[in-house]
């Protein structure tokens, strides 16, 4: 058995809305060890739980979300389910007692504010920074050391080129605690570079595959450490072929 660490990506992609309290909820009671979610800041400075710069795609409106304040938001519900979109606040109450959280920083200069949060909430220890801006991960680290940090590296400033080169000889200009790569450019080296540095090497995106528990697998089987799933039904199925591995 491979020691995987199960993650509801955005909850569920797949059958519910994404990062809405029904996604979280199907993440969770489908064995989920952590749930994935996207936080921006609205108009009046709100923290809320959505992924894209707009409203336009996972609701019948239009328009951007830091152009919108919280009072018109919350009368938008998504497309799919007829759901609400949550604030932070509201989904780290609901969970915090039942599962850990992965917060991906999608807008700029928010991470002090949910540091404070998180703080707040007494939930340091269970909580997951994510992002793409290196400087930003690099920051919350050194000053809240307590608080894991994942680099979505994929996308990021401090490419997988510049990762590759200084990892192979051990002298990274910054040791996250977890690494996230789109799971078509995953590869051996990738992972052996992150277990030497002591990182922990992370998949995502599973969409576009004909048959995504294959891939999910194949990357098990080479080393993978976490896999951001995007059906929640997957989850189960895969702690079950998982448990027959050795």
């Given at each position: 058995m491979f020691k995987i660490i199960y993650i509801g990506h955005r909850g569920t992609r797949e059958f519910f809305d994404e990062n809405t309290i029904p996604a979280f909820r199907a993440a969770k009671k489908a064995g989920a060890d952590i749930i994935e979610l996207d936080v921006r800041?609205?108009?009046?400075n709100q923290l809320i739980v959505f992924h894209?710069?707009?409203i336009d795609r996972m609701t019948n409106y239009s328009g951007i979300i830091n152009e919108l304040s919280?009072?018109?938001?919350k009368k938008i519900k998504t497309k799919l389910r007829n759901e609400k979109i949550p604030l932070l606040s509201?989904?780290?109450k609901k969970f915090k007692d039942k599962i850990d959280f992965m917060i991906?920083?999608?807008a700029q200069n928010v991470q002090s504010e949910i540091i404070d949060l998180i703080a707040r909430m007494k939930l340091q220890d269970r909580s997951v920074i994510s992002g793409r801006e290196f400087d930003a991960l690099l920051e919350i680290k050194r000053n809240f050391p307590q608080i894991s940090v994942?680099?979505?590296?994929t996308k990021g400033d401090?490419?997988?080129?510049?990762?590759?080169?200084?990892?192979?000889i051990r002298n990274l200009s910054f040791n996250p605690d977890m690494i996230s790569l789109r799971?078509?450019?995953v590869n051996k080296e990738f992972i052996s570079i992150c277990t030497s540095n002591k990182i922990l090497p992370l998949a995502w995106d599973f969409m576009k595959y004909s048959n995504p528990l294959n891939k999910i697998k194949e990357l098990i089987r080479i080393g993978i450490k976490g896999i951001l799933f995007d059906n929640y039904k997957n989850i189960p199925i895969i702690k079950k072929w998982n448990a027959t591995q050795t």
């Open positions: 800041k609205t108009k009046d894209d710069k707009t919280y009072n018109q938001l509201e989904v780290l991906e920083l999608k994942c680099y979505n590296i401090f490419t997988l080129d510049n990762f590759l080169e200084q990892g192979k799971s078509k450019l």
